[in-house]
T-cell receptor, first 108, second 113 residues
Framework: QQPVQSPQAVILREGEDAVINCSSS?????VHWYRQKHGEAPVFLMI?????EQKGHEKISASFNEKKQQSSLYLTASQLSYSGTYFCGTEMGNQFYFGTGTSLTVIP | NAGVTQTPKFQVLKTGQSMTLQCAQD?????MSWYRQDPGMGLRLIHY???????DQGEVPNGYNVSRSTTEDFPLRLLSAAPSQTSVYFCASSYLDSYNEQFFGPGTRLTVL
């Protein structure tokens, strides 16, 4: 039931764009995105809901395809501060399942 | 607001020992949960609670107990520590509506020898 993320890791130069994908074998009603910096706790980025509603980060966008049970996180004009591990997550009956994570490294 | 607090930050146990990881939140959140994070495995749900007096098992509950006597506190007990329980443990809380963000504590790094 754990969502699958791709790619597992990506290295970018400052200013480049990246897309992180998240897919589930189960029906998705909402998708959550979190970022975790090394040695720290995960921090909320955004939630995408069925019907297209989004709540969250101003500079990061995402899409949610309910029929394909997929979500994508779009990081544009990346900054050094974007480095970290990104997790998608989904909730099923009060249980929360996180993906295995995508490590993003932004270099100068 | 302190948010979500966890103690201790680090702990080393010997196999067979028991201990309690403490978690508290001051945001009046109904939902609280415990996760373990292992390399390459992401975050996996151990136990969760939707309110005082109500707890349930998550994805990986074996070897752990929880209780929720108050809204604020959600301790995690390791009954008889095993090396397989070496991990980083995170407590999180949120409003019960799943369309709300989870707030995570700083984590407890546990090593079982």
């Amino acid at each position: 039931q754990q969502p699958v993320q791709s790619p597992q890791a990506v290295i970018l130069r400052e200013g480049e764009d990246a897309v992180i994908n998240c897919s589930s074998s189960k029906a998705l009603y909402s998708v959550h995105w979190y970022r975790q910096k090394h040695g720290e706790a995960p921090v909320f980025l955004m939630i995408l809901l069925k019907g297209g509603e989004q709540k969250g980060h101003e500079k990061i966008s995402a899409s949610f395809n309910e029929k394909k049970q997929q979500s994508s996180l779009y990081l544009t004009a990346s900054q050094l501060s974007y480095s970290g591990t990104y997790f998608c997550g989904t909730e099923m009956g009060n249980q929360f399942y996180f993906g295995t994570g995508t490590s993003l490294t932004v270099i100068p | 607001n302190a948010g979500v607090t966890q103690t201790p930050k680090f702990q080393v146990l010997k196999t067979g020992q028991s201990m309690t990881l403490q978690c508290a939140q001051d945001m009046n959140h109904e939902y609280m949960s415990w996760y373990r994070q292992d390399p390459g495995m992401g975050l996996r749900l151990i136990h969760y609670s939707v309110g005082a007096g109500i707890t349930d098992q998550g994805e990986v509950p074996n070897g752990y107990n929880v209780s929720r006597s108050t809204t604020e506190d959600f301790p995690l007990r390791l009954l008889s520590a095993a090396p397989s329980q070496t991990s980083v443990y995170f407590c999180a809380s949120s409003y019960l509506d799943s369309y709300n963000e989870q707030f995570f504590g700083p984590g407890t790094r546990l090593t079982v020898l």
